[in-house]
Every structure is written in structure tokens, then in C-alpha cells.
């Protein structure tokens, strides 16, 4: 059964910084498109970062505009977990947070196969 579990989400002050992790069981990060998602209340599932898989012709990561800068993605394989390292975080990347596995990376959810639960990061003072 394929399946992941987030963690690391929590409430931190505007400036601070979090990693999320995203461990998966049931196949290997290293052979997917792993993307990290955010839905705020009231608003769409948006895509924030994505890593592409070992297997992909152009091996990269990506982020998206509102983030760049600010947040890594990473892929340990012999742990089978991708993180997101978040840094100055801002009230408004509050939010819960998913990783999903696809076959390349994308903005749109519709293209990823595999969700995890979401875990949630609040930034506030």
C-alpha cells in the first residue's frame, strides 16, 4: 500500500523557519515526482515545491514564485522521505500542507496520484 505521513508542521512566529517531512512506505521517493502542496481556508490546493525523480532527463526542483528564496525541497533516498525546508515564513503561508507522488512535477493536483494527509503550519505572532 502506498502511503505517506507529514510531519513538522506546527505554529512559528513571522521570520521563523520549519521542515516538513514527508515520509513514504510502499515505493521509493528516488522514482517519482514529489510535489508539496498548501490549501488555506476558503482557498484552491496550490503547488509550492516540487523535486523531480531520479529517472527524470532533467533532474530539478521547482518552486513556486511566492516561495522562491524561501523554501527547499530535498530528497534523502535511503530514508525514503522528502523534506521542506521552509525559512522567513509569513503569515501568509499558513496553510496545511500535503506532499503528493506523481510522475512529473506540475502546479495542478489533478496530475499527482498519491496524497498524503496534510500537517499544519500557522504563522503568527
Known amino acids: 500500500q502506498l502511503q505517506f505521513v507529514e510531519s513538522g508542521g506546527g505554529l512559528v512566529q513571522p521570520g521563523g523557519s520549519l521542515r516538513l517531512s514527508c515520509a513514504a512506505s510502499?515505493?521509493?521517493?528516488?522514482?517519482?515526482?514529489i510535489g508539496w502542496f498548501r490549501q488555506a481556508p476558503g482557498k484552491d490546493r496550490e503547488g509550492v515545491s516540487c523535486i523531480t525523480s531520479l529517472t527524470s532527463s532533467d533532474r530539478s526542483t521547482y518552486h513556486a514564485d511566492s516561495v522562491k528564496g524561501r523554501f527547499t525541497i530535498s530528497r534523502d533516498g535511503a530514508k525514503n522521505t522528502v523534506y521542506l525546508q521552509m525559512n522567513s515564513l509569513k503569515p501568509e503561508d499558513t496553510a496545511v500542507y500535503y506532499c503528493?507522488?506523481?510522475?512529473?512535477?506540475?502546479?495542478?493536483?489533478?496530475?499527482?496520484?498519491?496524497w498524503g494527509q496534510g500537517t499544519q503550519v500557522t504563522v503568527s505572532s
Open positions: 510502499g515505493f521509493s521517493v528516488n522514482y517519482y515526482a
Open positions: 503528493a507522488a506523481g510522475y512529473h512535477c506540475s502546479g495542478a493536483p489533478r496530475q499527482y496520484d498519491y
